[in-house]
């Protein structure tokens, strides 16, 4: 069994609109939920073997906050050009490709990409919106990542900064709220 986790990247600055996409940084609030979200993950026990992130600055500092509040180390944050808007294959091909030995995998990326990819993993999940900072975990029935598909995936959680409930959303509470 593997552990997939998808976390959008944190809310961004766009105080210079000159600024290129890639170069974006978090504004204040982003620097204090990616860490919030961090922290929330790490009290109710997980942990993650391996984080690929986009390339752009929002999302790789979104991963290097998020991972120094749950025990992983910033610098073995790994950067993935396909998790910068390539769409849905080039997000299957990178799970795909990673060793079996991380049991516990996060992509860090952007919207739409994100949104679309999680709601193709699970007919019954529809997300209108994975807010920034949100955090899905789907559960992979599978022994290593070469064999992951779709059809070995199932949603576990999904949860966001704004949550207030001391529990993630449950695939119960998604479906019910459409």
């Not at 860490?35 to 752009?56: H, K, Y």
């Not at 990178?94 to 992509?107: D, W």
Request: aromatic share 10%; with cysteine.
């Amino acid at each position: 069994m593997k552990t997939l986790y998808l976390l959008r990247h944190a809310k961004s600055s766009w105080t210079d609109p000159g600024m290129g996409d890639k170069q974006r940084p978090l504004n204040s609030r982003g620097k204090q939920n990616a860490p919030l979200m961090g922290q929330r993950f790490n009290s109710r026990g997980e942990s993650v073997d391996l984080i690929l992130t986009s390339p752009a600055k929002r999302a790789h500092d979104t991963a290097k906050l998020f991972a120094a509040q749950c025990g992983y180390a910033n610098q073995e944050v790994e950067v993935a050009e396909a998790l910068y808007f390539l769409g849905n294959g080039s997000i299957e091909e990178l799970i795909a490709q990673q060793e079996s030995e991380a049991g516990e995998l996060m992509l860090v990326f952007h919207n739409p990409d994100i949104t679309s990819f999680s709601n193709s993993l699970d007919y019954e999940l529809t997300i209108d919106n994975v807010p920034t900072c949100g955090l899905l975990r789907f559960e992979c029935d599978i022994e290593d990542w070469n064999q992951w598909s779709r059809d070995t995936t199932r949603f576990e959680y999904f949860d966001y900064p704004k949550n207030t409930s001391e529990q993630p959303v449950s695939n119960q509470l998604v479906t019910d709220q459409r």
